[in-house]
């Protein structure tokens, strides 16, 4: 029987892979590159973290993301018509896995040595990098630079972690309180359309680029 | 005196590293740029594969890919007017490099000890995530998530050479079986206009995004 | 007291972090995506080049980087009507940035054991591929394919290195003549408009391709 980490596991994997696929699919990609573009918003924040980190990549070690990219491929084919309606399901999956991710990026990197401020980057990473290549790949500009509180709930979770560190808790209560703090996060910045200010640049240095 | 193998692999480098810096070439890329970009597109699929194999990439180890993009550069710069007449020419060379990518792709990684199903994905990433990378650096939608048999050939080469392992043929056979499997799926593909099916996903999706 | 060298590779990863957060800004990221493309800018290329090397990244060791960028982005916060007339200044600690990264990147290869011909192009990468990186996220045709001598100043700062190698010069010597070639080639570049030639190929090839 999965634990419950595995069932979180499969659904941000689930999630992250629908929305690399669904993206491909409104750029008319076909079946090869839509499940491609899918695996890599899966894997991909947690494959740039254990290059970084020197460890062999999750995917490679457990055919589990490929086939529930799989999963997710046959989902979209047989339900496109309804997706639309499942939305809002799509966005709390969404947030379960980034902060599932963020909390596997945090102890992995403290796993293999590093200090909090690293680990804190590695944990963004992995929620959110899957993401930035899906977006790369699509040929559009990534949307977490642009729009929502999506890294930055990462990092707020992190940092979260970092916390509960320092107070010494159990590691269990600090994987339910950081992870908790991205899921909130994220949810609470939608809701009441909290976002970034944009950066103010000087206009004239686009043209003289 | 220089062995098949490494014939097939100036002629897999020598087509990979074209493609690119013609491509680079109708963007007007100057000549370092589309030295580049033939380079990357020759060793990026290779060079991804090593990284995450965790063994230090091949292009490091001998100049050879790094001369042979130069070759390339050089009879694209003498020979641009007529490149065109030899489109068919460079289909085969491209394909024969495929073959021969995928084959090495798959050995390297069940050499270095991993199953068949990760062999496979690696195999493919030789033959086609080069591709992949000139395309993000010309700024385009990758072309083999939306056109042709591509990358699809690899992985049914990758199958083929799993089979041949199942069934326990000596190990040149199965390079043979899987390359010209490859070769062929290709060709064939091309030749009856055989594409992957367009992913249709929901329409609506796009503008929400 | 911070070294000399320190001083430098201070000017040089503000400089590089200043140029992603700017471009960023032009593209309207919010203040998150501008530090994330600022960062990268500064760190692409010697990551990237570490990966290679199979040696932990230098940002992951020293939090010098990420703060580096933090100053960078509160500077273009508090001063962005101002920038335009700091672009001479900002040129010159670029190519400070790019002379120091070369040299850098040259030495890290022949530690790990590498030939000279590896380490001229890990030079130029540590040099450059940031700039690439951070031309990808904001959606453009990297600037460096296109215009100016920019990485080919790299490449001929690293032969010079190799010359001083070859002659049997101290290895502080190499590092001067190395970077000090690197910053003249730029700056000579710009000065007279000296470019490479845009690589001509068939024209018919971009409505086939």
């Known amino acids: 029987m999965p634990s419950f980490v595995q069932v979180l596991d499969f659904i941000g994997t689930f999630a992250f892979a629908i929305s690399g696929i669904r993206l491909a699919s409104a750029k008319r990609?076909?079946?090869f590159g839509a499940y491609v573009v899918g695996l890599v918003t899966a894997i991909g924040g947690g494959t740039l973290r254990d290059v970084?980190?020197?460890?062999p990549p999750a995917w490679m070690q457990d055919?589990?993301?490929?086939i529930c990219t799989a999963f997710a491929m046959l989902f979209v084919i047989l339900f496109s018509k309804h997706l639309i309606h499942?939305?809002?399901t799509f966005f709390i999956f969404d947030t379960i896995g980034l902060a599932l991710f963020t909390v596997v990026?945090?102890?992995r990197s403290i796993?293999?040595?590093y200090p909090f401020w690293v680990a804190i980057i590695m944990g963004s990473m992995t929620g959110a990098a899957g993401g930035v290549i899906r977006d790369v790949f699509i040929n559009e500009i990534p949307l977490i630079f642009r729009k929502e509180i999506y890294a930055m709930a990462c990092v707020v979770g992190g940092i979260a972690y970092w916390i509960c560190a320092l107070v010494g808790v159990e590691s269990y209560i600090s994987?339910?309180?950081s992870g908790s703090t991205v899921f909130l996060t994220r949810v609470l910045?939608?809701?009441y359309h909290i976002t970034l200010p944009i950066l103010k640049g000087d206009p004239e240095h686009e043209n003289e680029a």
Chains 1, 2, 3 share one sequence.
Do not use: C, R, S, T
Not at 52 to 55: E, G, K, S
Not at 63 to 66: D, K, Q
């Open 29 to 31: 990609f076909d079946w």
């Open 52 to 55: 970084l980190l020197d460890v």
């Open 63 to 66: 055919p589990f993301y490929v």
């Open 86 to 88: 499942l939305n809002n």
């Open 105 to 107: 990026g945090v102890e």
């Open 111 to 113: 796993a293999a040595g």
């Open 175 to 177: 994987q339910i309180v």
């Open 189 to 191: 910045a939608v809701k």
